[in-house]
């Protein structure tokens, strides 16, 4: 799964210091490893699927890995009180990020998102919030937005505390995923140009829990329903042979993802096509494998394959995954991965209970490989048959032939250092990819060509002036604003919004200020865009309950109080319903869509609202009522700001 982000010009921090270092701890000491088991969750249309998500110690930790043919998951929780979670592993991304009931998406009748599970800041007491810049989006131009937060994450019987995550308060997606790739590749550094933070793996590093930012992988295969994952150690029951150490491809200029070199591949003892030093992706996130187009034709002509274009899939007979045959993929010498073709052979039939045929009546099952659009990447179909070590500190990975028959567990600890791994060889003259490599530069670009095509078709859908909140009925005796408000922190009225205060900085609230108002027994303040391409103005925020003698707000004043389980914030007052449910959403224009202005209203109410109302999160429309016949004064300040193609 490979998120497309903007890369700022940042030294590439990680320098190849030598091999993987797997070494036995003294016999008295267990190795420091946290093992994770991984389970495997059928999906319908896996590469619609991969298209959607494609964007990315002397010890281990070791992880149970649920396997339903084409997604691999774990069960972990966070917060306090634990809040219980299915998480995606991703190798392909490199945040961890969940949904919110609170999402458009995860509050529909259907409950979508209980499989995955939701988080709820409010319920847990060791939350704590870093920025409303979390972002991540993929090829497509789907993605989860919201905040990145702390909080307490527990897998197994390990708990690793104030670990940094995303929220998709915005969300088009019903999975949470946890991304363990290098965190350069993370979402904060690439959209915001921040330093990186601790994700899981290298949080793991610091706690102590393992020695150095490494994990093994083992899939198992399409039979079988768990694998593991392995942080900061290998288990060599689980693999055939020696591991193989090979380098990581640089991409752009540094290591941020996991980009081996493909040499050679071949159907039996048939090479397709020939001799290639071809740059491919280790990807847990994607279902299946992608290849160049003309590698996947000459293949698909060998195994009599019928590829449909509408669907990007190719399908073969389903007697093809009984016949024996072998697919095997070269990597530097002696580096190779054999592939038994029953891997390749994907039956529906045991992930719907319908069974696809040809038009002459025989069964029909996807085939494994697929043409490649962008990026060449070695997906799950591959991936079961490899048990592959990710060495992210020395920038390399290590491949062996997986054992399926594995019985008991024999596991050394990947240490620091220079030590060659006892059981591996290192490759012999690592060949360089000379090709195959996607610049995630021009993938963002390709959004961002698509962004100012949008503000083109729409750049006559603004100014929605005349359905802003101060027209409904209850201004009707106060139409035009009274109130002075002011913002000592931005400027004056019509003051440009610096990035701090934008979606992908910290996405700060403008501090305001206002005078006292005879007859006021309780403030209400409303933000909205009335530039937005959409029929009525986008409600950023709407805040109750503020106290009369209450005369201005910071942006702390905005964050949730620690251990509430309601809508209560820091300032002493509640949070209504933005358009996305989350407390405040930070301007964030549609680019080359011209200026748009921010209104921060405040109002002045006779008498308070009712206190369940106030803390039942109500809509801008249910408080628009709710306030009739109670407005006595109101006024507003302006900020303004654009996005431009740069």
Known sequence: MRPVQLFFALAASAISTGAIA???????????????????????DPVRHDRLRRR??????DVGVDNEVTLYFFNASLGTPKQHFRLHLDTGSSDLWVNTKESELCSTSSNVCSDSGTYSANKSSTYEYVGSYFNISYTDGSGAAGDYVTDNFHVGNTTIKDLQFGIGYESTSTESVLGIGYPINEVQVGRSGKETYDNLPAKMVAEGLIASNAYSLFLNDLDANEGTILFGGVDHSQYHG????????????????????????????????????????????SSLTYLPTSITDALFRQVGAVYNE???????????????????FKFSDPAEIVVPISELVLDFLQITGRQ?????????????????????????????????????????????????????????????????????????????????????IFGMIMTAYIEVAASWLFKNYRGRDDKAF??????????????????????????????????????????????????????LLVSEDPDAPLPTPICHGIYLGIPPEKLSVVNDDFKPVEGESSTKLAGGFWYGMSRNGKIYIPPRPLMNHGIHRYWFEVIGLNKPLDADFIASKPSRDAVGAAIEGRVVVWGRWMGQCERKWQ
Request: proline share 7%; with cysteine.
């Open 22 to 44: 797997l070494q036995k701890r003294n016999v008295q000491h267990e190795p420091r490893v946290v093992s994770l088991d991984l389970q495997r969750k059928n999906i319908l």
């Open 56 to 61: 990315k110690r002397s010890g281990s930790i």
């Open 242 to 285: 020696n591991l193989v150490t090979l380098p990581i491809q640089q991409n752009e200029g540094q290591f941020s993802e996991f980009f081996i070199t493909l040499t050679g591949l071949a159907l039996g003892n048939r090479r397709i096509g020939g001799s290639m030093a071809l740059a491919v992706l280790l990807d847990t996130g």
């Open 310 to 328: 509408k669907d990007g899939v190719a399908f073969v007979p389903c007697s093809l995954g009984s016949k024996p045959g072998n697919m095997t």
């Open 356 to 440: 696809l045929s040809f038009d002459d009546g025989t069964p029909a099952c996807m085939f494994g490989i697929a043409p490649a659009s962008s990026t060449n990447v070695l997906g799950d179909t591959f991936l079961r048959s490899a048990y592959v070590v990710f060495d992210l500190d020395n920038n390399e990975i290590s491949l062996a032939q997986s054992n399926f028959n594995a019985t008991k567990p024999h596991i050394t600890e990947i240490a620091k250092g220079k030590n060659p791994v006892p059981s591996a060889t290192e490759s012999n003259n690592a060949i360089a990819a000379k090709s195959g490599k996607m610049s995630a």
């Open 470 to 523: 101060f027209t409904l009925p209850a201004f009707s005796q106060h139409p035009e604003p009274t109130l002075a408000v002011r913002s000592p922190d931005c400027g004056p009225d019509g003051a440009t919004l610096g990035s701090e205060y934008m979606f992908g900085g910290e996405g700060r609230l403008p501090q305001l200020e206002w005078d006292s108002a005879p007859g006021v027994e309780q403030w």
